[in-house]
Structures are given as C-alpha cells and as structure tokens.
C-alpha cells in the first residue's frame, strides 16, 4: 500500500517563502517520478513540478524561476522549496505518484498567500 504524506504548508505573506515535504512508504521511491500538484477553489487540479527518478525537473510557466522542487532518495522524500509566493499561488497541494496504472495521492496540504 503506497501512503504520501505531506507537512509544510501555511499561511504567508507575499513574497515570502515556504517548503512542502512529501514523504513515501510502501514502493520503491528511487525508481519513481514524483510530482506536486495543486488546487484552487474552483479550479481544476494543475501540475505544479515533477522530478523524475533520474532527477529531471519540470515546472509549470506559472512558478519557473521561483519554485524548486527536489528529492532524497535516502529519506523517501520530495521536497517543494516555494520561493518568492504570490497571493495566486493559493491552494491546497497535493503530492502524487503514478504507478503502473496507478495514481496515488497523499492528503494534502493547504498553502495560503496573503497580499
């Protein structure tokens, strides 16, 4: 059974800064592309940044050049460092692995910007 489970996310200021963590259990982490999506209310849920098992990154126009994302393979663990936050950038995100056939999500974590 693939559990994530994320911790980080909060309330802050415009142009401040946060970073989510995402821990796994129950797969071989190191063999897996890991990703963060997110949601706003009344939105559909976008990918926000990837990292391949190879350590390949790709972001979304929206947050190049101020999101990292990046992993440790040792902890099981992606990380989503979020700098220079917009009050856009509000939601809920989530972390995700696709398995085979599988998508599996953890539970999320709410991230809100005030301006």
């Known amino acids: 059974q693939v559990q994530l489970v994320e911790s980080g996310g909060g309330l802050v200021q415009a142009g401040g800064s946060l970073r989510l963590s995402c821990t796994a259990s129950g797969n071989s982490f190191s063999m897996n592309a890991m990703d963060w999506y997110r949601q706003a209310p009344g939105k559909q849920r976008e990918l926000v940044a990837a990292i391949s098992s190879a350590g390949n990154t790709k972001y979304a126009d929206s947050v190049k050049g101020r999101f990292t994302i990046s992993r440790d393979n040792v902890k099981s663990t992606v990380y989503l460092q979020m700098n220079s936050l917009k009050p856009e950038d509000t939601a809920v995100y989530y972390c995700?692995?696709?398995?085979?056939?599988?998508?599996?999500w953890g539970q999320g974590t709410q991230v809100t910007v005030s301006s």
């Open positions: 995700h692995v696709r398995i085979y056939l599988a998508n599996y």
